[in-house]
């Protein structure tokens, strides 16, 4: 019996049976390589060297005589320099190498160029060139190789004076790579792997495609090393699946009880060796799941078998049963995913009822859904089955962050409680930050409604110029700034003021940061193509402002000329020395950035020319000027404070309005006992003091 090292040998007193043991190993299964080096190296160890370099060298000549060359030349590194002297070390290395690489192009080109013709005794220095050969090898000339971007290549060159290769790829010949870069670039390709076959045998996949689509996704999965996604396996059948052909063979191959999904949000597929481990797999993805994520894994397997479909709506079902007081959303998901499948159980038939029929309030509900059509059902449902159904549509109004779902509320409160819709909408006109999705809808919709454009004509062009310099609303820039460009809001506005509010508008074009010049030149011009009498300086009067206020802008005008601009200018000529402009991201960052502090500076020029400091000390409280705090009492004798300061001082959540607002011009000039309109409901101006 042999045994697994030498210290079980002499444990069981049969030392001696060690040799003819390791001869009928060497006759058995001389790629043991595992046991035979263990033993070898613990005789070594015990002091027996003699005996290990005999033993050893049996199986070096074995491994010769049987042309097992790749494993002959690990040996060699491993103990080489236990069996040979350095010279002859050398050259039984080297008959090895061209023994197994002889068949190679550059074998005999390359073993020059790496020094291993001339003898070398330092065993490190030999087996460094010998790594080195092996790996410039493996990228000889008609190597297939896999380059991310390239697809699926030749290599045609080897250039030993350079050091690179030449690789014809599927989609550009003649594609250069370093010797260093190549592990990292390149995917060596063996034979029959289904990257290299797209080479060597594309009619075979071409018939796979048509006669056995999943047998061809298998070919994919199988060759990946991870899990692919739908994307990524479109790529590797690039030319073999074309674009006509895909979505009918996807729909078909996928289909596979093998092919089993992983993964949520981007979904990768791979295959299982089996259907029944298929079955297993999902279902423990299935147990370790979220509720919702099971959701989606019951969508995308519950047709793979009728019983494993049923045992997951059973699971599902169970969920939305418990989860119908603490999370009303998760039980709606299920239920239609169920019903969806043809698997909704009887008792939950009456689930939706019980969700969104009163006296059950159905916001949390509406609040959680995730999915938009889920979310738009539910509205429909709530709508047709309730008589308060505006209340909640106005709440979610100011809530919801899904365009088309805005829609769908806008347009029942449209049909139904029109004045609803017109405060909510007076509401976000007068503070976009406090519904910023509700007031990109409204800023969207306007460029096609003329009844949402003609409400506030000049306060949604001024509300949406603040807009896209406001950093609270950034994430909606993208959606924003189309609505300045030609045939869209901002110009179809221009279309609806009066001469006063046209030349109120040429100032704010003129001041806005945020617009590009071209986009500021169009929307003059189309302005002044309707007012042919406007004047440039129309409307540039004093700009009023807190001390505070004119101080800051100071502040920010000396950093801008003393620290942004010249930091911009050293940024501008050391991206300039990287090279190429046209391709040169940093330089064009570096462009746009000097275009929008010189544009800037311009108008705080403009700007502090124009201020003029309140002096709230000499105010005349007779009735509201710039500078007043006022007091108004509402008709249920609730009492809201205001006070009227300059745009730059304007914190319409705190109370302090701009008198360039629509609400600031109708406080100006009131005295104490005038009423005023805000919004629908009329206030009267109870108190009149200098703002603090």
């Known amino acids: 019996m042999t045994r697994s090292t030498l210290e079980e040998y002499k444990q069981a007193a049969a030392d001696s049976a060690l040799d003819d043991d390791w001869i009928t190993e060497l006759d058995r299964d001389p790629a043991n390589a595992d046991w035979f080096m263990t033993v070898g190296e613990e005789l070594v160890a015990s002091g027996e060297t003699e005996r290990a370099r005999d033993l050893l060298g049996l199986w ?26 350095a010279s002859k070390l050398h050259k039984e290395v080297v008959s090895t190498l061209e023994r197994l690489w002889a068949d190679k192009p550059n074998f005999a080109s390359t073993l020059e160029w790496v020094g291993l013709r001339k003898v070398v005794e330092d065993p490190v220095k030999l087996w460094d060139r010998v790594t080195r050969l092996g790996s410039i090898l493996l990228y000889d000339v008609g190597s297939v190789v896999a380059m991310k971007s390239q697809g699926v290549g030749r290599v045609v060159e080897v250039n030993l004076a350079l050091e690179t290769l030449k690789i014809d790829f599927e989609k550009k010949s003649g594609v250069t790579v370093g010797f260093r870069a190549a592990p990292k670039m390149l995917r060596l390709l063996e034979p029959g792997h289904l990257l290299r076959r797209k080479l060597e045998d594309s009619a075979g996949l071409a018939r796979l495609r048509e006669e056995q689509p999943a047998e061809l996704l298998r070919a994919v999965l199988q060759a990946a090393e991870h899990p692919l996604a739908a994307g990524e396996i479109r790529e590797d059948l690039a030319g073999i699946v074309e ?61 793979r078998d009728p019983a494993f479909g049923r045992e997951l709506a059973g699971d599902l079902a169970s969920t939305a049963a418990e989860a119908e007081v603490g999370d009303p959303a998760l039980a709606w998901e299920i239920f239609f995913a169920l019903e969806r499948s043809g698997l909704l159980p009887d008792a939950l038939e009456q689930l939706v009822e ?14 959680g859904i995730a999915d938009r059509l889920l979310r738009e059902r539910a509205l429909t449902m709530v709508r047709e089955r309730r008589d308060d159904w505006p209340a909640i549509f106005r709440d979610l109004l100011l809530r919801e962050e899904d365009p088309r779902v805005l829609s769908l509320l806008a347009d029942g409160l449209a049909e139904s409680d029109r004045a609803g819709l017109d405060r909510a909408l007076d509401d976000v006109l007068a503070q976009p930050r406090r519904a ?64 006063p509010q046209a030349a109120a508008a040429l100032d704010l074009l003129r001041k806005s940061a945020a617009l590009e010049a071209y986009q500021r030149d169009a929307l003059v011009a189309a302005l002044r193509l309707r007012f042919p009498g406007l004047d440039e300086t129309t409307g540039v009067g004093p700009l009023y402002a807190t001390a505070g206020a004119i101080a800051h802008k100071r502040d920010e005008l000396k950093r801008l000329m003393e620290v942004e601009i010249p930091a911009n200018r050293k940024a501008i000529e050391e991206a300039r020395a990287l090279g190429d402009l046209r391709e040169n991201f940093e330089y064009k960052s570096a462009r746009q950035r000097h275009e929008y502090l010189n544009a800037r500076v311009a108008t705080l020029h403009r700007e502090l020319a124009r201020a003029r400091p309140i002096d709230l000390d000499r105010l005349d409280t007779g009735e509201i000027r710039v500078g007043a705090s006022v007091e108004l009492c509402g008709p249920d004798g609730a009492i809201r404070r205001l006070t009227v300061l300059g745009p730059w001082d304007s914190r319409p959540e705190a109370g302090v309005i701009s008198y360039e607002s629509e609400l600031g011009q109708k406080l100006l000039g009131r005295r104490t006992g005038d009423d005023v309109e805000v919004g629908d409901t009329t206030f009267r101006v109870v108190a009149i003091a200098p703002a603090r």
């Open 436 to 499: 910023p999705a509700l007031f990109a809808w409204l800023a969207e919709r306007a460029a096609d409604d003329e009844t949402l454009r003609a409400r506030a004509p000049l306060r949604l062009l001024q509300q949406l110029l603040a807009a896209l310099g406001n950093e609270e609303l950034a994430s909606y820039r993208a959606r924003l700034r189309p609505l300045v460009e030609s045939g869209s809001t901002a110009p179809r506005l221009l279309a609806l003021l009066d001469a």
């Open 243 to 303: 674009d006509a052909q895909w979505t009918a063979w996807w729909a078909a191959a996928r289909r596979h009880p093998q092919v089993v999904t992983v993964g949520s949000g981007r979904q990768s597929y791979r295959w299982e060796t089996s259907a029944s481990n298929a079955l297993e797999s999902v279902r423990r993805s299935f147990d370790r799941a979220d509720p919702r994520k099971r959701i989606e894994i019951f969508r995308r397997n519950c047709e």
């Open 354 to 367: 019980r969700l969104i029929a009163p006296p059950v309030d159905p916001r949390p509900l509406l609040a």
């Open 60 to 85: 070096d000549d074995e491994l010769r005589e049987r042309g097992m060359w790749a494993l002959r030349l690990d040996v060699l590194r491993r103990i080489g320099a236990l069996l040979h002297k």
